[in-house]
């Protein structure tokens, strides 16, 4: 299909919009990274579609299923709501190269950096990816943008500051990197 025109903003949730916790897996485990929920609805007055890529490999590796990740998705909405914020869709890739046998272990798509889930969300909500962009605390957040031609903003909170630090070491710097979603939001809404 040809790229539609309307931008979004595709958000990596674990270390962007709440605080990273190793393989999160219960909801009560959910806390706000301050600042995030007025980020998005910044996102949501400018019209501004939000879309959550989640890499949720603790699915294939066992340590929680699909209905608890529907269940953690639930309450971050509810968290986000709270605050008047509301994210869109949320597209997560419950796979892993080598662990989940027969259901979840597959070289996929989906995985950042792969772009699939970008891919599926644009052709889904008719979003032209090469005007939009993507916010993450991993490099492999902004090569899945990169990817599909969406520029990259890394946030500092969550892995976010010892992934630059290991990107400057290798001399190849993310062009846009900033504190955290506030300031990611802050960009976006200035460049678009
Ligand atoms: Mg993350
Ligand atoms: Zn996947």
Not at 4 to 11: C, E, S, T
Not at 159 to 164: D, S
Not at 167 to 192: C, F, K, N, T, Y
Request: hydrophobic share 40%; with cysteine.
């Amino acid at each position: 299909m040809t790229d539609a025109p309307r931008p979004a903003v595709f958000l990596d949730r674990d270390g962007t919009i709440n605080v990273e916790r190793d393989y999160l897996s219960d909801p009560d485990q959910l806390e706000l990274i301050p600042g995030a929920a007025e980020a998005i609805a910044a996102c949501n007055a400018a019209g501004l579609p939000v879309i959550v890529v989640t890499n949720q490999s603790g699915i294939a590796r066992g340590m929680f299923d699909e209905e608890r990740f529907h269940e953690i998705t639930a309450r971050l909405g509810e968290l986000l709501a709270e605050r008047g914020a509301r994210v869109d869709a949320t597209y997560y890739c419950p796979h892993h190269p080598e662990h989940g046998g027969a259901r979840y272990a597959r070289a996929c798509e989906c995985r950042k950096p792969q772009p699939g889930m970008l891919v599926r969300a644009a052709r889904e909500h008719g979003l032209g990816t090469t005007r939009s962009w993507i916010v993450g605390d991993s490099l492999r957040d902004l090569e899945a943008g990169a990817a599909v031609g969406a520029r990259g903003i890394l946030v500092a909170t969550g892995k976010g500051a010892v992934q630059y630090a290991s990107a400057l070491e290798r001399g190849a710097p993310p062009e846009h990197h900033v504190a955290d979603l506030g300031a990611a939001v802050r960009l976006v809404l200035a460049g678009s």
